[in-house]
Nanobody, 125 residues
Framework: QVQLVESGGGLVQAGGSLRLSCTAS????????MGWFRQDPGKEREFVAA????????YFADSVKGRFTVTRDGAKNTVYLKMNSLKLEDTAVYFC??????????????????WGQGTQVTVSS
């Protein structure tokens, strides 16, 4: 089992920044990828960014490339999503996920085995 706890969401004006954190506990040595996804009410959960647990690779959705970065602190078992130049359309509940299998794509939510509880990000005009 892997437990994930997110934090850092909130209300920010368009153009501003936020940093989300996701701390993993439990079988962290079994994690292959950590990903960030977001979801609006009535919509599917969509991929935002991901990082290999080893830190060797990062992946981003086209909609956030150049604005968001994803990093990992191995000592703290924590992954961060730094969001800059936020837009109204970035408003959503953000979830972090942990994927155990090396065979699944880091960008495919079906490949994730564990999820955090989600944190709300609201971008205002």
């Amino acid at each position: 089992q892997v437990q994930l706890v997110e934090s850092g969401g909130g209300l920010v004006q368009a153009g501003g920044s936020l940093r989300l954190s996701c701390t993993a506990s439990g079988r962290t040595n079994a994690i292959n990828n950590m990903g960030w996804f977001r979801q609006d009410p009535g919509k599917e959960r969509e991929f935002v960014a991901a990082i290999n647990w080893s830190g060797s690779g990062t992946y981003f959705a086209d909609s956030v490339k150049g604005r968001f970065t994803v990093t990992r602190d191995g000592a703290k078992n924590t992954v961060y999503l730094k969001m800059n130049s936020l837009k109204l359309e970035d408003t959503a509940v953000y979830f972090c996920g942990a994927a155990l299998s090396v065979h699944n794509s880091a960008t495919d939510r079906a490949g994730y085995d564990y999820w955090g509880q989600g944190t709300q990000v609201t971008v205002s005009s």
